[in-house]
């Protein structure tokens, strides 16, 4: 018993397996995590190398350059990227995509034990550090007080940072902007000298005063009592009344020669949110969580840790990252909703039935909620390739159901009952609808196996579609029989108002059958006309169209974040990094009243703020985290905004760089994309010139507003160059001397100050006063062995040098990266060209290359494998083709619609000026699958009427005629549901608008071509195929009329 | 006795069966899928691509009695619906074993 004879004769258990299927679906939705792209695992690998003492370019000849040599044999590696600066080299190392990092790590290991033989002594062990997606903040928390400030941190910590880090998920919990509590110990030199005492000298006392010390066990009587000595400091004050010497008979005290302030650290990192002095909390989340549960955790946390803050500690959200997702996923969702209620209404015009469009629409949620307990099953999350996986396939799912339930409309017009007619129509079309479904798998199967970046995002795409596809067909030969034989009647009952709605439609579609066979009946007579016309049309469409098209990487997403990082000239003091921060930040949200949360820091920050220690950060350097109403809140678009901050920062000539990131520092997919120039070669003051001149010559042309170099410039410092006579002369060495420097100016940990359970460093060095000049330093005392002073300007000189900047390469070259971020409304191809037209003109010195990196090779790279994806695709899709009509003919027939799906594709996207980039490549891959299932349609039924005895031309016409409706259907649907996706305007739509857009085009130009150009290349091969015969025929008839001739004579 | 072999369309299977039982005929020999097509007009049931319909066949051996009738039925079956393809022909049974 087939299984439709079966599904028809037990309705009750199919329509409860379907019933189960759903509630599966329905189970997994519930249970399904919000992400906004597929798990990307982290590519990089850094490898951290510490040599203290070595400046850049030992770092780059000892360390960096044996274990780049060493670490480039790992498999699968793309680039290898290092950056060599004073006292430590990072290797970057980035893999393909996709690959496993675990191994890779592995193996990076096993490279590093086998070349530590080979680094300098002094050198450390090398550190692996993986650095991917997981470690970008996913909250920025901003914070406000007036009265705490000075407490804040430890407020902070405690009754904010602490709860947060509890939650599960959360990884590490930082706070930026509020500066730790720290108790000085400032000396007066002057002093120190009078008495002879050191900086050392206090430092050390301080530690041994500051003391708990256990004093054993004691028997007293019968008891036995433990005995300490407890003599650390409870209060800060305490320790002006420490005895530090004794000069002339009298007692020294710490009071009499230092200060101690129970104060904050001196140098750190200042928040401001929109212009107020705050801190800012940034949270990470645990490797492989999920930001959009975590988020909401934390969220509903904040009113009950509000609740416990001092009254003037306000809590506030810069960036909160699923807020992003869940409005891309809402509006996914409304197009799915729109689409879902397109096809309907698609499908009850043509049907103009109720029961009809019942059954079918009935299918998209079965195939549908399938692919989510796939998801759930995989532990993948809802996201916008998933989402979007099933707005596509929405319009696909009805076909093969619509193309079961004519057949068997068909037979119970011809007085079949519903019954025998679902089950003897279903096995009619069976195969042709498996093998339609076959075409589908052959597009979308592949698509599980690209590789890379893109392979990533569509792997879930391919999976989704496939299995939506397959649940989709085993419903409409079974599930679609049961219901038709169940709801369908012979004839129903059609009211009034159905008459007035559908008689018009019926006249209409039957007008354009009729008209359609006309057209074709002229074009299968004319078809040397009708060919040469197609010709021209697809190669002025590839002459003329196809080299104005633009191409990109991904489209950049209108996030409402913008980051920007802007680099005073180095060594610039707080104070005036700090009032252009200010200054900005009161421009800008006097400009721009669509920013909504505008947080600023500036200065160096302290190593445990994990976030902001591996960000740029100095003292001369300034970060802004922008937060814009949502897009659909506000009338200028994200990019436009960046694009007039840039021309704003342009204005200020103090700002030696900046870059404004649209979509904020996230990295990834979605960001703006900018072109990448590496210049390779050795010498650094030729590298330095070439990379500015292509900088000036960028900068010059119009449009262009943001070139950056990768490579810092000089920093400027001080060096004190002790020479080595004077030292020994004095008993001295270099270490003792420059740890006396280190101790006054940097100050030395004394000890530690504890309260509360919590440990304050306890420092001691110079008054801030006391360390503002040359002369200050030239004054320094060190003491020696014997006891004499010897003054630092005695001992050497102080120098004012520039410290070269960090040495970078790539692939193992010296390498200076020149970017240029594509501004807004033009196409990265168009950029590229530029950069490109700029570079021959310029005139490199010998040794010096260049290449494009960045997103152009990204762009490349992926392009080149969904190009070689397409071909496959192409051949798999001839290859089913093939199988199902057993001839080589009939698929390359039927194979002309691809090129005008090209067509389609082309003249939409010049048409509506939209760039080619990998997701509107995916669509055209989709296409492959779905233009061919025309094709099929017509080309089968125009075989199934030559077999009944027609003549080719007469079958044409007919089965074209006959199959318009189908065609015409299953299209729209397709088409009519691509377009919610085209158009949509909710937040993350760029991300598939260009996919929607070519689908919806090459799918209409496509189709409108193929129902005329395929069957009259039909004709014509048909044509050529029976005159073959003929001539045979005719050939063989003469032979044997030449032979009796023979014979006779 | 007579012999009525009747070849029709497979969706026909059920109703045809009605009619036996309501004309008290037990007996029968029945092909599911069958081949053929007509002398004279209808579709083919070849179950092939260009006909893809299949036919079904009974062969039953009625009393005299009950041939006249059960072939009436027959033939206001296909009358109903011409388009689904009917035929049965009686012959008489010579010996019985």
Redesign the interface.
Known sequence: MSIYQSAVKKPITTALIFIAVMLFGIFSFTRLSVDLFPEIETNAIMVLTAYPGASASDIENNVTKPLENTLNSVSDLKHITSKSRENISIITLEFEYGIDIDVATNDVRDKLDMVKSVLPDESENPIIFKFGSDDIPILLLSVTAKESTNGLYKILDDMVANPLARISGVGAVSISGAPVREINVYCDPYKLEAYGITVETISALIAQENRNTPGGTIDIGSNTYSLRVQKEFADANEMLNLVVGHYNGKTIYLKDIATVQDGLEERSQETFNNGEKGGMIVIQKQAGANSVNISKKVLEKLPEIQKALPSDVKLGIIVDTSDNILNTMDSLKETIIITFIVVMLVVFIFLGRWRATFIIILTIPISLLSALTYLLVTGNTLNIISLSSLSIAIGMVVDDAIVVLENVTT?IE????P???A??AT??VAISVIASTLTMLAVFLPLTMIQGMSGILFRQLGWMVSIIMIVSTVGALTLTPMLCSQLLRLNPFQGRLHKLLFDPIDKGLGALDHAYGRLLGWAVHHRKVVMFMALAIFAGTMIFLFPIMKTEYFPTQDNSRIGITIKLPAGTRQDITRDLALELTEKFMKKYPEIKICNVTEGAADSDNTFASISDNGTNIISFNINLYKKTEREKGMLEIVEEMRNDLAEYPQIKTFQVSAGGRSGGVGGQNAVEVDIYGYDFATSDAVANELTERLKALDRVNEVTISRDEYTPEYQVDFDREKLALHDLNVGTASLALRNRINGSTASYYREDGEEYDIKVRFSPQFRQSVEDIENILIYNGRGEGIRIKDLGTVVETLTPPTIERKDRERVITVSCVVPNGMAMSDMVTLVKAELNKMEFPMGFTWQLGGTFEDQQDTFKDLITLMIMIILLVFIVMAAQFESLTYPFVIMFSIPFAIVGVVLGLVLTSTPMGVMAMIGLIMLMGIVVKNGIVLIDYT??CR??GMGILYAVVTAGKSRLRPVLMTTLTTVLGMIPLAVGGGEGAEMWQSMGMTVAWGLSVSTLITLVIVPVVYATFAGNGIQGARRKELKRARREARRSAAQLN | MKAIFISYNQAYHEEILEIMSKNNIKGYTYWDVVRGRGSRGGEPHLGDHAWPTLNAAILSIVEEEKAEPFMQQLHQLDIKSEAMGLRAFAWSVEATV
């Open positions: 037979h011809r007085g079949s009952r019954k025998q007619a089950v003897y096995n009619e075989i199934l077999e009944r």
